[in-house]
Nanobody, 124 residues
């Protein structure tokens, strides 16, 4: 079974940068699309970024376009999220997940093998 583990979160000032990593065990992770979502207290889990299995296609939520970059290293079975120009509204727990089901890439229902998440806090 594939299990994702997120890391790289922390406390950063507005305007700063962080790079999140999503490492997965299991050799099948590299054959799947992967996405990052985030969830702030009292809010629904929100789509952040998506990368196709081969890494050739990416997509971003409107609120992070131009600031965040998703990439993957299939040799290391790791997906990254580079976050620049961070804002206080980016504060949330960030999760990665494998797209194990059909359906919209923007929907949590299309994904399985969620990690435990990593906290990102951006201070103003």
């Amino acid at each position: 079974q594939v299990q994702a583990v997120e890391s790289g979160g922390g406390l950063v000032q507005a305007g700063g940068s962080l790079r999140l990593s999503c490492a997965a065990s299991g050799r099948t992770f590299s054959n799947y699309d992967v996405a990052w979502f985030r969830q702030a207290p009292g809010r629904e889990r929100e789509f952040v970024a998506y990368v196709s299995a081969g890494g050739g296609s990416t997509d971003y939520g409107d609120s992070v376009k131009g600031r965040f970059t998703i990439s993957r290293d299939n040799a290391k079975i790791t997906v990254y999220l580079q976050m620049n120009s961070l804002k206080p509204e980016d504060t949330a727990v960030y999760y990665c997940a494998r797209r194990g089901y059909s359906g919209s890439r923007y929907s949590t229902g299309a994904y399985d093998d969620w990690g435990q998440g990593t906290q990102v806090t951006v201070s103003s």
